[in-house]
């Protein structure tokens, strides 16, 4: 199995086709729309790896994006005893859920891809069974 180090919001994940990733907001990007990310720093499979210093020219990673939203809320409470002073505030990051399609190699070959999701077909065999059953 194939895999891929991206640099991306400042972070680093190991990523492999087929999986989603939850990472900083991307900016720009709408979702259902397709996301490339040129900042390789590595990538391999089991038996070999390619290294960058500290980029590899020329690979790159494709990835659909899922959603934009918000985490939960991160509350900070500030208190100053003896003297009656209190803060509360609260933090909201937002990410990009996002889905790996294909890692692609430095000189462009494909070294992975993930399997199609068929949603429109899975939502009209639901509608056909509750069909039948009635």
Do not use: C, W
């Not at 100053?80 to 692609?104: A, E, P, V």
């Not at 999701?117 to 899975?122: C, E, M």
């Amino acid at each position: 199995m194939s895999y891929a180090v991206i640099q991306t919001g400042g972070k680093q994940y190991k990523v492999k086709a087929g999986e989603i990733l939850k990472v900083e907001k991307l900016q720009e990007s709408r979702p259902e729309s397709s996301v490339d990310f040129n900042e390789v720093l590595a990538y391999g499979d089991d038996n070999n790896i390619e290294i960058g210093t500290p980029m590899i020219q020329g690979a790159k990673v494709e990835a659909n994006l899922i959603k934009n939203s918000k985490n939960r809320t991160v509350l900070i409470f500030k208190k100053r005893r003896r003297k009656n002073s209190r803060k509360k505030n609260g933090h909201r990051q937002q990410y990009s859920l996002i889905r790996i399609n294909k890692i692609f190699s430095k000189d462009g070959k494909l070294l992975s891809e993930a399997e199609k999701i068929n949603k429109t077909v899975k939502k009209k065999e639901v509608k056909k069974e509750t069909q039948e059953k009635k």
